[in-house]
């Protein structure tokens, strides 16, 4: 589509939604247990969640460990990307309690994730250099998106989105108000909203 269509890959300033996974334990689980026996989850895990972020018209921006930095409206123009983005992070989550449940069939361990949503300006285009490039997006809202992924383990959330994220998906989500949290680097709070679910029709909550 990029060859297609066109874009500026050299950079430019783009209002994107970016998604940031992690996986919960992970490391006190690697204490524990053989390489082999880590590995196999991993490997069945990631292709599900690969796949989520595709499907909703998202692009993999980095595998950071077990965490997974996605990014939907770059490089290509997408007037919907934090709707895709929200859709995402409930679909990972939807993939993961599939893969629970039948790990837990076969009596292997069990993997819990937070995943959070934050919608700004960045920067997007090509970094690195001459011998190693990639394209991706740089800013204060992909900063924010990993402070943000951070909480979901002090407030016991699944999914968080900011204040951003939820203006520009307006009244099609259910949420849970948070509050304002001071994140490190910030000097401003960010809002944040546990999301619970898509909003159907007729639905007042």
Do not use: C
Request: aromatic share 6%; hydrophobic share 45%.
């Amino acid at each position: 589509r990029v060859l297609r269509e066109g874009s500026d890959l050299e950079g430019e300033v783009r209002t994107v939604s970016v998604l940031m996974s992690d996986v919960r334990g992970f490391t006190t689980l690697s204490e524990r247990l053989p390489p082999a026996a880590i590995t196999a989850p991993i490997n069945e895990y990631f292709p599900a969640m690969v796949d989520a972020i595709l499907a909703h018209r998202g692009i993999i921006s980095d595998f950071i460990g077990d965490g997974i930095l996605a990014m939907f409206g770059a490089p290509l123009d997408d007037p919907d990307h934090a709707w895709h983005a929200v859709e995402t992070a409930l679909a990972m989550q939807a993939a993961l309690a599939r893969l629970n449940a039948r790990w837990q069939t076969e009596g292997r361990p069990t993997l819990a994730m937070g995943v959070a949503v934050n919608t700004g300006e960045v920067f997007a285009g090509n970094v690195g250099s001459a011998r190693k490039k990639k394209y991706a997006v740089i800013g204060d809202p992909v900063n924010t998106v990993s402070r943000m992924e951070g909480l979901n383990r002090e407030l016991g959330t699944a999914i968080l989105i900011s204040g951003a994220t939820l203006a520009a998906v307006k009244d099609r989500v259910v949420v849970h108000d948070r509050g304002a949290f001071t994140m490190k680097g910030k000097t401003q709070p960010v809002e944040l909203f546990e999301l619970v679910g898509i909003r159907e029709e007729g639905d007042s909550r």
